[in-house]
């Protein structure tokens, strides 16, 4: 798997380290709203894989909580992968996965583990952002999501 990710990297010309023993690839991405870093972890034996891409911002500790409400409203819009928050750090990862020992890591495979996950990152970083610089609560940033309905009040 390592192997393959490195091919693949290379294929697109993008530059990169490794470190095989731990079994981590770093490298970083430009989107429209930022370059992201971003982290494949290979376990070779169990046959999984993780990728990472990190927000270009840390969340302060004052606004944990409500970053936490606003990624778990998120995670409900994605099918393919989570955001995750560290309460320690306030590091802001979206992840996706593959796992299993049929799965054949193509360019195409790659492409949808790598390249969709960069794509979500960037396109919910301004919406991360404002909740983190203005006063916006979770449920207003949500809304500010590309063609997010607004909620109706009971």
């Keep these: 798997m390592f192997e393959k990710i490195i091919a693949y990297l290379k294929g697109k010309g993008w530059s990169y380290t490794e470190n095989k023993e731990r079994g981590l690839i770093n490298f970083s991405l430009s989107g429209d709203n930022g370059i992201f870093q971003c982290i494949a972890q290979v376990e070779e034996e169990r046959r999984r894989l993780g990728f990472y891409s990190y927000c270009i911002a840390t969340c302060p500790s ?63 970083t301004p919406i991360l952002l404002r909740l983190i610089y203005s006063n916006l609560s979770p449920v207003e940033a949500f809304q ?11």
């Design 62 to 124: 004052d606004a944990i909580l409500k970053m936490a409400e606003l990624l778990m409203r998120l995670n409900t819009t994605v099918f393919f992968g989570n955001f995750e928050l560290n309460f320690e750090t306030g590091v802001i990862v979206y992840k996706t996965s593959l796992y299993g020992e049929d799965i054949e890591l193509t360019p195409a495979v790659l492409d949808n583990v790598i390249i969709s996950n960069v794509y979500v990152m960037d396109n919910y």
């Design 144 to 154: 500010l999501r590309s063609g997010a309905q607004p909620q109706l009040e009971s």
